[in-house]
């Protein structure tokens, strides 16, 4: 297997610039997250009911000038939204072109999590990196990393998917879905959540049940592993089964443990 520090692979992203002299005020009082407190954080724009418009990663290239990662096919949406509801804020918000590879190991590049293992995200690198692969997206499911239209969509609420842990500040000021989400953190709590199944196989969309009751739902899968959405109060050594075949639930928090590109 090759050295983590030379392996790279192609992210497709869009990428939305919100740039003036309120722009850092204005996606203060916009996205989940606190912009201010670090030069890039992962956030979210959401309806007032707390569900997800977008996910985000924002970056901070400088004064005054913000650089907004999302996916692909997100990016009309996020320019949409964020200047329907600008008003008298003086930025402007526009589409820009680059492309983005993800680099594990140390480097320069926007930190990020979505692999469990150290990764960044680089613009522009000029060498194009390889296509995702099952490796990857192994990866990904074993670091309960959500994904837009697997695990993401306007009827998740953000708790369910882990997004509250890692993209949402609870200390910052204001910002539309606010309030639901600081309810269901304070007071509630999910009723499922996203999960690591280890099985013998299955497919997006497939029940996972428990005896005879249907208790979650598979989101990604590869080969002996995928991500569900599992009722909480399913205890984490239950016997379960995905099209008939055994699964259980599986976690592997330590690197060593996940594999490294």
Not at 46 to 57: F, M, Q, S, Y
Not at 116 to 134: C, F, I, R, S, Y
Not at 136 to 143: F, G, M, P
Not at 155 to 161: K, Q
Request: with cysteine; hydrophobic share 40%; proline share 6%.
């Amino acid at each position: 297997m090759a050295s983590a520090t030379t392996i790279a692979y192609s992210r497709p992203r869009a990428y939305v610039r919100v740039s003036g002299p309120d722009a850092a005020d204005y996606l203060q009082r916009m996205v989940s997250n606190d912009v201010l407190a670090a030069p890039s954080c992962e956030a979210m724009l959401l309806t007032a009911k707390g569900r997800v418009i977008a996910p985000l990663v924002v970056w901070c290239r400088g004064e005054d000038d913000f650089l907004i990662l999302t996916e692909p096919e997100l990016g009309d949406t996020v320019v949409t939204h964020l200047t329907r509801m600008r008003l008298a804020a003086k930025c402007e918000i526009e589409l820009e072109q680059h492309t983005s590879t993800i680099v594990f190991g140390a480097g320069d590049g926007i930190p990020t999590v979505d692999f469990g293992v150290p990764a960044v995200e680089v613009l522009d690198a000029g060498a194009e990196g390889a296509p995702a692969d099952e490796e990857l997206e192994r990866l990904r499911i074993l670091a309960r990393t959500p994904r837009w239209g697997s695990e993401i969509d306007g009827e998740i609420l953000p708790a369910e998917a882990g997004l509250d842990e890692r993209a949402v500040s609870f200390t910052k000021g204001c910002y539309p879905g606010q309030e639901p989400i600081a309810r269901l953190h304070y007071r509630g709590h999910a009723n499922r959540s996203l999960r690591v199944l280890k099985l013998e196989s299955g497919e997006p969309g497939a029940d996972v049940t428990h005896g005879e009751r249907v208790v979650g739902r598979v989101t990604s899968a590869v080969s002996d592993l995928a991500l569900a959405y599992i009722r909480t109060d399913v205890p984490d050594d239950a016997d379960l089964e995905v099209g008939g075949r055994r699964a259980r639930l599986h976690w592997a928090a330590d690197p060593e443990q996940i594999g490294r590109p």
